[in-house]
């Protein structure tokens, strides 16, 4: 399979698996292409998984970890383009600030984010 392929398919792999709620799993996918990603694609993929790692804490009750890793994602995913490889970073990202800025330590209180795809 072409590399490009292959990372297209494990970045959509993790945002499915992130949009289904199973963070950890998504997390996993995303670490595979991080690995061997450079420049721009391996930011933005460390700040995808880094929200999916704050939405782990968030959702088991550790509002101090979900709120370092959010902050950590923030700044990976602040200078991506808006829509990047498919996906729309730049929703994604005003449905994380969303989220975490309303949900406080309820997780339900709040739609949870979702990665839509976008162009």
Known sequence: MNPDTEFEAELMRGAAL?????????HEAWEQIWRGAAGANRTIVQGL????????????????????LLSKARGKLAHAPETWRGLAIGEFR??????????????DAAPRPILRRGG
């Open 18 to 26: 992130f949009n289904a709620g199973r963070y950890f799993a998504a």
């Open 49 to 68: 998984i880094q929200s999916a790692a704050a939405m782990l804490h968030r959702e088991r009750g550790n509002p101090r970890g979900a709120a370092r």
């Open 94 to 107: 005003g449905a994380l600030d969303r989220y975490f800025d309303r949900s406080g330590d309820r997780v």
